[in-house]
């Protein structure tokens, strides 16, 4: 199948069948009823990687139909056949790694070492859904009615619809999907328009298992045709659950949607993390545990640290060590190349949206320290933007109120710990919060003050497989991961047995 890619990369794939650009649909690979196809870009030049199968709402509804057909066999399915059934799974996916993290590369942008770390985060997932499936439990309650016993199980919902990111493609789909078929649901998962060939590629390695057709359905489009096929998973009552990734503003217009029918959603949505480093901190640490939070995947996380405040004490010389630190951590380069580390952002909308950031805080007194962005473009390529410090931040620049998604590290002084715990909270999000402290006493205070789904301490991350992931405020609803990343998709039924 590497004969649909428009262009040359310097890699050769070990299995080119999982490259492949049609929708998965009821166990059969299939192009649009309309015989329709969207392009695919490579952020590195923004040359078209190839075309792909660009879905109708009726595709859609088509999907649908057969996911709902396939749960009536796949929910009475043993937790033992299912936790097999994924464990080989994960197991195609570590055993294919490197082509997947070529696929990755190819079409966010990301340096292809990043990208093996990306796909070994979403097997990782995976593995550890496997490990929760034979740990579903019920419970058996003491009755007040005399003669009355209670007990619970926890059943499959249905059909579940997932609508995943572009800036992780290979974890976003198997955190949702895989907790989602783990719990014995089937699902329809619409993957971003800009990353299809990821979850494309999940997808065949799910049919290799033994995955029975219908359990997942992989339904592309154009982003012309996301509004469309989004109203049809939100409408369609087969769907039972829909769980999202994406804007704040895109979830709340699915959330409003779903509630007509009364439907279940997870919702994983926009951040804009504060990262605090008191005076007492250990400079250094705190440096390094910022460049993994900010400028990892190039700043395109939703945990990024947005808004960073120093201690007005140590804010110059936190200035220089970190200026001094990135200039040692990053390689430039070819995003194929081993030893680059860094890449490109996913799109000229990005760039964009970077450079009236920069403007805005520029005409309000800030500083830039960094390399100068035009030279950096012209050596590797229009969607490069190098890590660039602004000294001199306020609160009434843009980004305290718009998450910047990109390598921008604002640092804002700030006097006393009441001060910025109240600037930390002064925000509608509140997925991640970051401070560094070596007060132990400070380290308690803050943590519970802070108003944030993720507390990172002395750590730049704060994403794993065994942690539940999710926000508080707009910033979300529902956890991923952690031990109850299946009830997510389960139904609690109360069964009363009178003797």
């Known amino acids: 199948m590497t004969g649909l890619l428009f262009k040359k990369i310097p890699y050769t794939f070990q299995d080119p069948s999982l490259l492949d650009n049609r929708a998965f649909v009821g166990g059969k690979w299939i192009n649009s009823i309309e015989r329709k196809a969207f392009p695919v870009y490579d952020p590195e030049d923004n040359q078209e990687i190839c075309k792909v199968a660009d879905l109708s709402r009726e595709d859609v509804r088509t999907a649908i139909d057969a996911a709902r057909s396939a749960f009536k066999s796949f929910k009475k399915t043993s937790h033992r056949d299912r936790r097999w059934m994924i464990r080989r799974w994960a197991d195609l996916l570590r055993a294919n790694k490197e082509d997947l993290a070529a696929i990755c590369t190819l079409e966010l942008g990301k340096p292809y070492t990043e990208s093996l770390a990306t796909v070994k985060y979403g ?47 290979i974890a976003m789909v198997t955190r949702k999907v895989g907790a989602a078929i783990a719990a014995g649901n089937t699902v329809v998962c619409k993957p971003a328009p800009e990353t299809p060939l990821c979850a494309i590629a999940v997808a065949k390695l799910f049919e290799r298992s033994g995955g029975p057709p219908g359990v997942l359905n992989i339904v592309p489009c154009s982003a012309e045709n996301t509004a469309e096929v989004g109203a049809e998973l939100c409408s369609n009552k087969l769907v039972r659950h829909l769980s999202f990734t994406g804007s704040t503003a895109v979830g709340k217009h699915l959330n409003a949607e779903c509630a007509k029918s009364m439907k279940k959603t997870s919702m994983e949505l926009g951040g804009n993390a504060p990262f605090i480093v008191f005076e007492d901190a250990n400079i250094k640490r705190a440096v390094d545990g910022l460049i ?16 960073i405040f120093i201690q007005s004490s140590i804010i110059n010389t936190f200035a220089s060590v970190l200026e001094t630190r990135l200039a040692e951590t990053f390689t430039y380069g070819s995003v194929w190349d081993p030893k680059v580390n860094y890449g490109p952002l996913y799109s000229p909308k990005a760039f964009e949206k970077l450079t009236c950031q920069i403007q805005d805080a520029v005409s309000k007194g800030g500083k830039l320290l960094g390399k100068d962005v035009g030279e950096a473009q012209a050596h590797y390529g ?11 931040a306020t609160t009434d620049m843009l980004f305290m109120k718009q998450e910047t998604f990109g390598p921008l590290a604002f640092l804002i002084p700030f006097q006393t710990e009441e001060e910025v715990i109240a600037l930390a909270n002064d925000t509608d999000a509140g997925l991640a919060s970051y401070f560094y402290t070596e007060d132990i006493g400070r380290l308690w205070r803050v943590s ?13 991350l704060v994403s794993a497989c065994e942690q539940p992931f999710g926000g508080v405020k707009e910033s979300g609803i529902g956890r991923e991961g952690g031990s109850g990343a299946l009830d997510e998709y389960l139904i609690v039924k109360s069964i009363t047995v009178g003797l």
């Open 123 to 169: 097997t990782d997932f995976l593995y550890w859904f496997e490990g929760e499936i034979e740990r579903v439990y019920g419970e058996t309650i003491p009755a007040a009615r005399e003669n009355n016993r209670i007990f619970t199980i926890k059943e499959p919902q249905g059909v579940v619809a997932a609508i995943t990111p572009w800036n992780s493609p």
């Open 448 to 460: 519970e003050a802070l108003e944030a789904g993720m507390i990172g301490v002395r750590v730049g």
């Open 292 to 307: 993994s939070s900010k400028f990892r995947s190039s700043g395109q996380t939703c945990v990024c640290a947005n808004r």
């Open 382 to 392: 229009p969607n490069f933007y190098p890590p660039t410090i602004i000294t001199g």
